[in-house]
């Protein structure tokens, strides 16, 4: 794809249309974020190449086109400021709103009583396992897989919703952190984007059949609950490749998908990276 296409490309991916190539080239030199994002948001922005940009304490990697990406946490209250140095330029700050979200309460009732109350060893268990994931989740490739526009991994039922307040056999958890899809047991489980697979394990406590999908620059998609895994650690895989199959294992209540998105340690919302997917060409 001509790079001239791919950014203008990237710009839609980030709700920011322009009106024709001509002007996709010409801003080339622009800072471009959008004004505001919503909690959960996945904000992708264009930069002239070589800046320098920061947000949130960390110096972002920007792409050879000038793309940059975070994402804005559940709880983000905002405004956020992102300080882009075009090379040669000052340091300049952009800021951008935080659009706030409601978060009903979810009842999930029936799960396993050890994995709402566990008792000491597979606490530490459980711990153990969540910090393999969330080293797996510091990965920063230069690989702008993320700039794809996303696809459904399974088409079915929204059954549970990122970001709501969890309520375990009625004592309160943490919100969602992600989204679920209730299909049957063994429904394939394709890659929503392109990426190398950072971990794969068929049997964690909690999650069960997990597998974490890495689209670059700290982006990266979790399947859990899987009944099977077809990859393994470092594959390769494509947008719509087959990764597995949905099951209920782990903490579930039935069949389902649990898709969830990170960028590095703060959790987004997979539903809005489709929606703005829709904008894509």
């Known amino acids: ?28 030199t622009r ?13 992708i922005g264009k930069v002239p190449p070589g800046s320098t940009v920061e947000y949130g304490g960390r110096q972002l990697r920007v792409s050879d086109y000038g793309s940059v990406v975070f994402g804005i946490g559940r709880d983000e209250k905002g405004p956020l400021t992102v300080q882009v140095t075009p090379p040669g330029g000052t340091r300049t700050p952009t800021a951008i709103t935080v659009t706030p979200r409601d978060w009903p309460t979810e009842q999930v009732n029936g799960v396993p009583p050890k994995t709402v109350n566990p008792p000491p060893e597979i606490a530490a268990r459980i711990q153990r396992e969540q910090a393999q994931v969330t080293a797996a989740r510091a990965r920063d490739d230069a690989r702008p897989d993320f700039a794809q526009a996303f696809i459904w991994p ?67 998609s979790n399947f859990l609950h899987l009944s099977r895994i077809d990859v393994k650690v470092g594959d390769r895989v494509q947008q719509g490749q087959v990764i597995g199959a949905v099951g209920a294992t782990g903490r579930a209540t039935g069949p389902h998908l649990h898709w969830g998105m990170n ?17 894509a060409p």
């Open 154 to 220: 399974v088409q079915g039922r929204i059954s549970g919703r990122f970001g709501n307040a969890r309520v375990y056999n009625g004592q309160p958890g943490a919100g969602h952190s992600g989204m679920d899809i209730a299909v049957p047991t063994g429904t394939p489980v394709k890659a929503p984007a392109a990426g190398v697979i950072t971990f794969a394990a068929p049997d964690l406590y909690l999650t069960g059949g997990t597998v974490l999908l890495d689209h670059g620059f700290g982006v990266s």
């Open 263 to 279: 960028w590095f340690d703060v959790r987004i919302d997979p539903l809005l990276v489709l929606e703005r997917s829709k904008a």
């Open 1 to 28: 794809m001509p790079v001239a296409s791919r950014f203008a490309g990237w710009l839609l991916l980030a709700g920011l249309a322009l009106p024709g190539m001509a002007a996709a080239q010409a801003a080339d």
């Open 31 to 43: 800072v471009v974020f959008p004004a505001s994002a919503s909690q959960g948001a996945l904000v």
